[in-house]
């Protein structure tokens, strides 16, 4: 791995950048994906949240702008895209493009759905090098004439996997049509699956592959619990996670807005501050709410799996699953957004009865069995903890082990 961004080969000017943000040693993504993009290739990259993966494609692509620059700001035809499927990763990967470029001259804009596109069309009028877009919106502003991509020569793909989750395939065919055909393709992603590595091949040429990590894995430096606990006591434990425990402030997810709002309001009855961040609020409401968890003034802000991904929330230590997710890959990303750069973090999910079919596709996603206990003063009813028997002779034994595991972890110390 290479001691400092300088034997990256990046220019003075963003070496000093680096420097003055106290970056030093690059990770594990950068090392390997800044020298193939400064050589142009096309790259599919997997590397688990928190590893520093918008820096990796946002640094090299800046110094390839900054090679080109020539017309004055206002004249600049788009030259780099960057796809990502929410408006919160849109937002956090501008930030990061504005803090590492700010001493390059270049230009970038942000274009994502839910506010006034008439106010992105002026700023898209003064010239823009670098645009980070949402499908949705970026299709917005190709009907109407407000931009053109037929100068681009750089595209990535953000959490990628993401994209095809939420159905964007038919907004990313509508949009290469508009993308010249020679052009960098980059595709990064936290997970990796047979459908991303299909649309690699539509999108990329002789790729570079780089995967830091194992497929689907979890940061290591995250602790991993799952509690058994009946369903109707899940609402009562986080109370006492967060109150008697002290796991404040903390993310924690639930699949539903109406769970969501539920959940924040009886913490709000139960004298902890939290909100609810999910889909029907309005994009400034999303705003303020995470200004709000940023600033430390809530205990717990209670998401939507919206939040799953590109939420930059630095020392956050603790995140509480409600219930297992509907796609098990977004078990990945949860978690990930604890235990970031190195830090530690403790990742807590709380397991019912209907949660047993989810638990079993997170393992399989994992490869992994999570480890399982109660929590003394919750302990599950085991006469209503008796999930559906697996299909699979290796399910049953499965199930069997977790059941055993489960009677004998009374103490709620003792893992499988």
Same mark, same amino acid.
């Given at each position: 791995? %290479? ?24 990770? @594990? ?5 800044? @020298? ?35 017309? @004055? ?37 942000? &274009? ?15 010239? &823009?090098?670098?645009?980070? +877009? ?5 299709? /917005? ?19 990628? =996997? ?11 065919? +509508? ?30 040429? /002789? %790729? ?23 369903? =109707? ?68 802000? &209670?998401?939507? =799996? ?12 603790? &995140? ?20 970031? +750069? ?11 009865? /209907? ?15 999570? %480890? ?7 302990? @599950? /009813? ?6 559906? %028997? ?27």
């Amino acid at each position: 791995m %290479p001691a400092s961004f300088a034997d990256l080969t990046l220019s003075p000017r963003l070496q000093q950048t680096l420097r003055e943000l106290g970056y030093d040693q690059p990770t @594990p993504i950068q090392s390997a994906a800044i @020298p193939l993009v400064l050589a142009g290739r096309d790259l599919l990259a997997g590397a688990q949240t928190g590893t520093g993966k918008t820096a990796a494609f946002v640094l090299p692509i800046l110094q390839l702008l900054m090679a080109q620059q020539a017309e @004055p700001a206002a004249f600049r035809p788009i030259r780099a895209l960057v796809l990502v499927p929410t408006r919160e990763l849109a937002v956090q990967v501008h930030e990061s493009v504005l803090r590492y470029g700010k001493e390059t001259g270049l230009t970038c804009a942000l &274009v994502y759905g839910g506010v006034s596109i008439a106010a992105q069309v002026e700023a898209l009028k003064s010239g &823009v090098d670098l645009l980070i +877009a949402t499908p949705g919106r970026l299709l /917005d502003h190709l009907r109407q004439g407000a931009l053109s991509l037929a100068n681009l020569t750089h595209l990535v793909f953000d959490e990628a =996997d993401r994209m095809l989750d939420m159905g964007f395939m038919d907004e990313i065919t +509508a949009l290469l049509k508009q993308i010249p055909a020679e052009r960098q393709t980059l595709l990064f992603s936290a997970t990796c699956d047979d459908n991303l590595y299909a649309l690699s091949k539509i999108l990329l040429r /002789d %790729p570079a592959l780089i995967e830091v990590a194992p497929r689907n894995t979890t940061a290591a430096e995250v602790e991993q619990r799952v509690y058994a606990v009946d369903g =109707d006591r899940k609402l009562a434990l986080v109370e006492h996670l967060l109150k008697e425990k002290g796991y404040a402030p903390a993310l924690i997810f639930s699949r539903t807005r109406q769970g969501a709002d539920q959940l924040a309001q009886r913490l709000g009855k139960g004298g902890i501050n939290a909100l609810a961040l999910h889909g029907d609020l309005s994009q400034s409401a999303r705003e303020n709410v995470l200004l709000e968890f940023r600033a430390g003034t809530l205990q717990a802000l &209670v998401a939507t =799996d919206v939040a799953a991904r590109g939420l930059d929330i630095s020392d956050l230590n603790y &995140v509480i699953n409600l219930e297992f997710p509907y796609q098990p890959e977004d078990y990945v990303h949860r978690i990930g957004r604890t235990g970031r +750069a190195g830090n530690k973090g403790l990742a807590i999910t709380l397991l019912s009865p /209907d949660d047993a079919p989810q638990l079993e596709k997170v393992e399989a996603v994992l490869d992994t069995r999570l %480890p399982q206990q109660w929590f003394p003063g919750f302990e @599950p /009813d085991l006469t209503r903890f008796d999930p559906a %028997p697996r299909r699979s002779s290796k399910g049953a034994q499965k199930q069997k082990a977790r059941k055993q595991a489960l009677s004998g972890n009374k103490g709620g110390k003792g893992k499988r």
